[in-house]
């Protein structure tokens, strides 16, 4: 079964939306840093769908996904999940594949559709 990745350093955004879509029959790991996400990435080829955000210690967002599509080689569908709004931020994060930029809070139900079509087996 596909899996969604969920990838933010605050504890209270990932048990949130992890709740949301477990509520909604996905399947979901979680990773509290962009290093941490690539290491649950790597270890997990079921993972077709990465929620990420930005600004984290270690890595952030934007190099985490960098690196999933330069060092991991994965074929993933990648999205901020963020408070940052800047949109250089967003070109920066464009240019290096990701696919979709939501602004927190987190408000799951208008994005259902678009994920059950990402992570369809």
């Known amino acids: 079964?596909?899996?969604i990745l969920i990838v933010d350093d605050a504890l209270s955004v990932r048990e949130t939306v992890c709740m949301f879509f477990t509520k909604h029959g996905f399947s979901i790991t979680s990773a509290y840093d962009g290093q941490n996400g690539l290491d649950k990435l790597a270890a997990?080829?079921?993972?077709?769908l990465v929620f990420a955000d930005v600004n984290m210690p270690n890595m952030n967002g934007i190099e985490m996904t960098e690196h999933i599509f330069q060092t991991l080689k994965r074929d993933v569908?990648?999205?901020m999940l963020t408070?940052?709004?800047?949109?250089?931020?967003?070109?920066?994060g464009?240019?290096?594949g990701v696919m979709g930029w939501m602004v927190k809070p987190f408000t799951g139900d208008n994005i259902?559709?678009?994920?059950?079509?990402?992570v369809a087996d």
Request: charge should be neutral; glycine fraction near 0%.
């Open 77 to 79: 569908t990648v999205i």
């Open 94 to 96: 464009k240019a290096v």
């Open 112 to 118: 259902l559709d678009t994920v059950k079509k990402i």
């Open 83 to 92: 408070t940052d709004n800047n949109p250089a931020m967003k070109e920066e």
């Open 44 to 48: 997990d080829p079921d993972i077709k």
């Open 1 to 3: 079964m596909a899996k």
